[in-house]
């Protein structure tokens, strides 16, 4: 009875020592889609600002109501 008491303990100590070591996933760099979007976003406004890329490397602004508000490259 003790020594289960005993490996309880320690498991739990165990999974609290290194369980966020376990948890934690591998940093990823942004892709150039992440850059651009993030650059596209930043350029048209807050979040809530609609765009669309019509060339490669080329956004377009939309207002909320959909109209188009400016075109520029990120």
């Not at 350029?43 to 490669?56: K, L, R, T």
Request: proline content about 7%; glycine content about 6%.
């Amino acid at each position: 009875m003790k020594a289960t008491i005993a490996i309880t303990l320690l498991l739990a100590f165990a999974l609290g020592a290194f369980g966020p070591a376990l948890d934690a996933a591998p940093a990823t760099e942004p892709t150039a889609h992440d850059r651009m979007r993030a650059a596209a976003q930043a350029m048209c406004g807050s979040e809530n600002a609609a765009w669309e890329e019509v060339a490669p490397g080329q956004i377009q602004c939309f207002t909320k109501r959909g109209a188009k508000t400016k075109r520029t490259t990120p």
